[in-house]
């Protein structure tokens, strides 16, 4: 992803910044967490990434080809190997549609024309995630749990052996216990086929389980990008100090390690962004080069772990 700019226009003369210059790559068979506030963009980056949403500018490369200048049927063929695992299953699979349907309605829209090969496709793949077909391969979402919905969205996302699987939050909505299934559920299916994922979640523990590398997001950009144990512990931007600050711990008695930082006010308006560093009105280190100059996104890390941020300051925390 080069430059992408996500833009919406809310009246004629205004416009919401989604997503503002946001560039990163995800290497093949990698897993890149991307984190943040609900609003900061991360959705959005998602559903460019997989052309349900067409980016203002910026490009998109996949497999050596710019997407974003694709004509329709050419992004027909790149469909099959960029699937999506959407944040509210249930919403996003077909009420009156039964599962096997949904699972195998893919295979139909690529071309194939066997019905028998696309049901026993549907139904070998629920089996690998844990779903009984002989139970539930001619129910419909509402008969069933939402675990379970999340699991067919898994299998849906799968039956066209994608090469990049995006996730939404695919746990966000379920409790504790089906969330670790689910989790493990997707780390098997990456290591049998082979996948590549970016992984966008506010649990900052799951990511940093799972994740090869995090990138952190605020307002629309990305502040902070390195290796997972990197970003955790020894995050370079007060943002991503902020956010790490909030993961709860068992220890009742926080630590000077452990302190809470609580930014004060409240996330600026999207259709109007504070100039130059965007954090800048929440940061307690916020000097007067914060207010009027725009951060150079850099490396601190070493250069074959890079570490970036996007920090006038980020030496101080190094």
């Known amino acids: 992803v080069r430059n992408l700019v996500v833009e919406f226009a809310i009246g004629r003369q205004s416009k919401i910044h989604a997503v503002s210059d946001v560039s990163f790559n995800i290497d093949s068979g990698e897993t890149v967490g991307l984190v943040g506030e609900s609003g900061c963009g991360k959705s959005t980056v998602a559903r460019a990434i997989v052309q349900l949403?067409?980016?203002?500018?910026?490009?998109?490369?996949?497999?050596?080809?710019?997407?974003?200048?694709?004509?329709?049927?050419?992004?027909?063929?790149?469909k099959p190997h960029l699937q999506m695992i959407f944040q509210d299953a249930a919403a996003s699979l077909n009420p009156v549609r039964r599962v096997g349907r949904t699972i195998s309605e893919p295979l139909r829209a690529m071309g194939e024309s066997s019905r028998r090969k696309r049901n026993r496709m549907a139904r070998e793949l629920m089996r690998e995630v844990g779903l009984d077909p002989d139970q539930i391969y001619d129910r419909r979402p509402f008969e069933i749990s939402i675990g379970q919905c999340q699991r067919i969205s898994i299998a849906r996302a799968l039956i066209t052996n994608p090469k990049l699987l995006v996730c939404d939050e695919p746990v966000s909505s379920l409790d504790v216990s089906v969330q670790a299934q689910i989790l493990n559920l997707l780390e098997r299916?990456?290591?049998?086929?082979?996948?590549?994922?970016?992984?966008?979640?506010?649990?900052?523990a799951v990511v940093k389980n799972i994740c090869d590398r995090v990138a952190v997001m605020?307002?629309?950009?990305?502040?902070?990008?390195?290796?997972?144990?990197?970003?955790?512990?020894?995050?370079?931007?007060?943002?991503?100090?902020?956010?790490?600050?909030?993961i709860p711990v068992a220890d009742p008695e926080p630590t000077a390690h452990r302190q809470r930082i609580v930014l004060e006010g409240d996330v600026p308006n999207p259709a109007n962004p504070p100039p130059a560093c965007r954090f800048h009105t929440r940061c307690i280190h916020a000097t007067e080069v914060c207010r009027n100059e725009m951060p150079e996104f850099r490396n601190l890390g070493a250069a074959e772990k890079p570490h970036m941020v996007a920090c006038h300051h980020a030496e101080k925390f190094s």
């Open 189 to 204: 299916m990456k290591a049998r086929h082979e996948l590549t994922m970016l992984f966008i979640s506010h649990d900052l």
């Open 218 to 246: 605020y307002l629309g950009k990305i502040v902070e990008l390195g290796e997972g144990n990197t970003v955790f512990d020894s995050p370079l931007h007060p943002y991503t100090q902020a956010l790490l600050s909030a």
């Open 53 to 78: 949403q067409k980016p203002t500018s910026g490009k998109i490369w996949f497999d050596g080809e710019d997407m974003t200048k694709c004509s329709n049927n050419r992004l027909r063929d790149f």
